[in-house]
């Protein structure tokens, strides 16, 4: 019901701006068109707005900000009319045709590329660990066209154009996004747009087109008024500053295995006592063979708080609070399989906004990120290995996490409903994924150490938590 009801006081209003529009028109002259712009403009019309009641007197400077909005707004509108209509198309006619002549050109560049390590391993594909591109100018080329003319024209603005100026935009900010003082100007608004509804059922035409009100520039919180039944678990999401992983090498992979049998299986480690997993200890955590452990540094924990709202187009975008920030968290799994994520996109009309689905499938290989596969790489094979050249540095595979078993192996938010945000043009197939991209060799640290009753030997530095983890903050953070 509220939704609806902001929908039809925005309608109302849409109606009292067109009747306003339609009252600036000029009125039809006699004879020739104008050969120059008016040199001025007609009055600004005043408003015909009602105070608001003695009661919204407790924002009384939130009010009168807001009023200058409003007050500029009008104005604007009235005189960007008065000079979209003050513009006079002006002819010049020639007593004999001339002639003009035009250059168009453009530079040549000559590129090459330096492959760093090019080599070709038993896949047939060309790699590099690096591929840089220079570019050099070698020359210009032009063109003339010559054109024949025997009128020419330009518009001609009004001079009072300067009133336009976005200088004069008010500078105060009627209320912040959530605050008290937005909520009782929500209320004004709705309590100004009620009146007009009584000026356009009695005022003529000329007096309602000077009845004209903003909403505030501010958002304000609708908080949750459905109760589900049962009630359903809290809605919340995560962001990290960071992301490292900590692997348990294996014994290194041959180029056959590697590239030359799609089926070969993986090597496992050897155990250094037969039986028992190796352990290493790094910045006070235990990792024990063989699990991957990927480490979320600087992490916070959002919770579902209500949804967006501004006076005049109803219920928006989500709004999260911070519930908890967390130095790190840990997430522990086998070392395969690891989830990449894959997107795919299309746009529905030639015309339409391009969609994307996001799926994660059990691909992704640590070793990828040393010397990747030519199908991780292209996304599939290519027709002709030698067509293109793989560059290592190039490789920026995205990874998925279930983000309900990095809350039960950390003990945060296990009775949460988790989700991780999108675009909204995004579909995922999985909700429940936290997705890191932007990561190198460099953020995966393999670890070597001892076994045993005694202290373990770590091999494995502290990584310095750099990469990006591909994630934001939840719309409307509070």
Request: overall charge negative; glycine content about 6%.
């Amino acid at each position: 019901m509220t939704q609806l009801l902001w929908f039809a006081i925005n309608a109302l209003l849409s109606l009292t701006s067109a009747q306003m529009t339609t009252s600036f028109s000029a009125s039809p002259t006699a004879g020739e068109p104008p050969t120059t712009p008016p040199p001025t403009h007609s009055p600004i019309p005043s408003l015909s707005l009602p105070p608001l009641p003695p009661t919204f007197s407790d924002v009384s400077s939130a009010v009168d900000c807001w009023n200058s909005h409003i007050t500029y707004s009008f104005s604007s509108t009235f005189l960007s009319e008065l000079y979209r209509q003050g513009h006079v198309w002006s002819t010049t006619s020639f007593t004999s045709p001339i002639t003009e002549t035009s250059t168009y050109g453009y530079s040549l560049e000559r590129c090459s590329t330096i492959y760093a390590g090019l080599t070709t391993l038993c896949d047939g594909y060309p790699r590099a660990n690096d591929c840089s591109t220079t570019c050099s100018s070698t020359g210009y080329t032009s063109w003339t066209k010559e054109f024949t003319l025997s009128t020419s024209g330009r518009w001609l603005t009004p001079t009072w154009s300067t009133e336009l100026t976005p200088t004069l935009v008010p500078t105060c900010t009627e209320a912040k996004d959530f605050s008290p003082e937005c909520s009782r100007l929500v209320e004004g608004y709705s309590w100004l747009s009620s009146q007009i509804v009584k000026i356009t059922a009695t005022a003529t035409a000329t007096e309602t087109s000077t009845a004209w009100v903003n909403e505030p520039h501010c958002v304000v919180s609708i908080p949750p008024t459905v109760t589900a039944m049962p009630p359903a678990k809290q809605r919340c999401s995560l962001k990290a500053d960071s992301y490292e992983a900590y692997y348990w090498p294996t014994a290194t992979a041959t180029n056959t295995n590697a590239f030359c049998s799609p089926n070969a299986t993986a090597p496992t480690a050897t155990p250094t006592i037969p039986g028992r997993p190796n352990t290493a200890v790094v910045s006070g955590l235990t990792l024990t063979s063989p699990s991957l452990y990927h480490i979320l540094h600087n992490a916070t924990v959002f919770t579902y708080i209500g949804q967006k709202s501004t006076a005049a187009w109803g219920i928006g975008d989500p709004i999260y609070g911070i519930s908890s920030v967390l130095p790190t968290l840990t997430y522990s799994q086998p070392p395969s399989p690891i989830l990449s994520m894959s997107t795919e996109c299309h746009k529905p009309s030639p015309h339409g906004a391009t969609r994307c689905t996001l799926s994660y499938n059990p691909d992704f290989l640590i070793q990828d990120l040393f010397t990747v596969n030519a199908k991780a790489y292209y996304g599939d094979e290519l027709p002709t290995p030698t067509m293109a050249t793989i560059c290592q540095t190039s490789y920026s595979p995205t990874i998925g996490m279930p983000l309900g078993e990095i809350a039960k192996q950390n003990e945060v938010g296990e009775d949460c409903e988790w989700t991780f945000s999108h675009s909204g043009r995004t579909t995922v197939l999985d909700r429940d994924m936290y997705s890191v991209s932007e990561f190198t060799a460099s953020d995966y640290h393999a670890i070597t150490a001892g076994a045993g009753e005694g202290p373990s030997t770590r091999t494995a530095q502290p990584g310095s938590g750099t990469t990006s983890t591909g994630g934001s903050a939840p719309t409307g953070v509070v």
